[in-house]
């Protein structure tokens, strides 16, 4: 991000969000811990809700960037894939996101408070999720193209992924000495497929 004030601004939003709330965090007590100016905040975002949202975007960019590989790898092979390969793509996408929320605690528990926060209405939720599950929802369309995941919505099927990898995450989170072990990686994916696909 070439603006170091902006930058500044956001990285203090995340921290203050993240042990404060949304709610309880002013834009003069972000402005402050990003040491600029309440002026300078107002001259990047339009308002406290325009910060929230930027700060959104930049964490989730984040997160979807360290998916990029994977993703393209199984999407350029989609005409070849038998259904271990699938498993073993999908396993990929869930070690490297689950990855990224243990080593990236601050940018998961934001992700937490944004999807809580009360002026987060059900519709504007659906279109977190659809937002945060962009890339994968092509994944997951190879899958139920092929019959190998359950039979259901794909509005559905997303919402549910999206409450696995915030519930799966949270847990890591408050035990990340347990993803260094293979048996609990393993086990968690193992939930999480056997959630979705056909038995």
Same mark, same amino acid.
């Given at each position: 991000?070439?603006?170091?004030?902006?930058?500044?601004?956001?990285?203090?939003?995340? !921290? %203050?969000?993240?042990?404060?709330?949304?709610?309880?965090?002013?834009?003069?007590?972000?402005?402050?811990?990003?040491?600029?100016?309440?002026?300078?905040?107002?001259?990047?975002?339009?308002?406290?809700?325009? %910060?929230?949202?930027?700060?959104?975007?930049?964490?989730?960019?984040?997160?979807?960037?360290?998916?990029?590989?994977?993703?393209?790898?199984?999407?350029?092979?989609?005409?070849?894939?038998?259904?271990?390969?699938?498993?073993?793509?999908?396993?990929?996408?869930?070690?490297?996101?689950?990855?990224?929320?243990?080593?990236?605690?601050?940018?998961?528990?934001?992700?937490?408070?944004?999807?809580?926060?009360?002026?987060?209405?059900?519709?504007?939720?659906?279109? %977190?999720?659809?937002?945060?599950?962009?890339?994968?929802?092509?994944?997951?369309?190879?899958?139920?193209?092929?019959?190998?995941?359950?039979?259901?919505?794909?509005?559905?099927?997303?919402?549910?992924?999206?409450?696995?990898?915030?519930?799966?995450?949270?847990?890591?989170? !408050?035990?990340?000495?347990?993803?260094?072990?293979?048996?609990?990686?393993?086990?968690?994916?193992?939930?999480?497929?056997?959630?979705?696909?056909?038995?």
């Amino acid at each position: 991000m070439a603006n170091s004030k902006k930058q500044q601004l956001l990285f203090a939003a995340l !921290e %203050l969000f993240v042990k404060q709330g949304i709610s309880n965090t002013s834009t003069a007590s972000i402005a402050q811990a990003a040491g600029v100016a309440s002026g300078t905040l107002f001259h990047h975002f339009t308002n406290k809700q325009g %910060l929230i949202d930027a700060l959104y975007r930049w964490v989730k960019e984040g997160m979807s960037d360290g998916l990029v590989t994977s993703l393209n790898l199984l999407k350029q092979n989609s005409d070849a894939l038998d259904h271990q390969t699938y498993q073993e793509a999908l396993f990929r996408l869930w070690f490297e996101s689950m990855n990224w929320a243990v080593t990236h605690p601050l940018h998961t528990r934001f992700f937490y408070r944004y999807y809580q926060n009360q002026q987060v209405t059900p519709s504007l939720q659906s279109n %977190l999720e659809n937002r945060m599950l962009q890339q994968l929802e092509e994944v997951l369309m190879l899958g139920a193209k092929n019959g190998w995941l359950l039979d259901m919505p794909m509005d559905l099927l997303r919402h549910h992924c999206y409450q696995m990898y915030l519930s799966t995450s949270q847990f890591f989170l !408050e035990q990340p000495h347990l993803w260094q072990n293979p048996n609990y990686q393993q086990s968690a994916f193992k939930c999480f497929l056997q959630s979705i696909e056909r038995a």
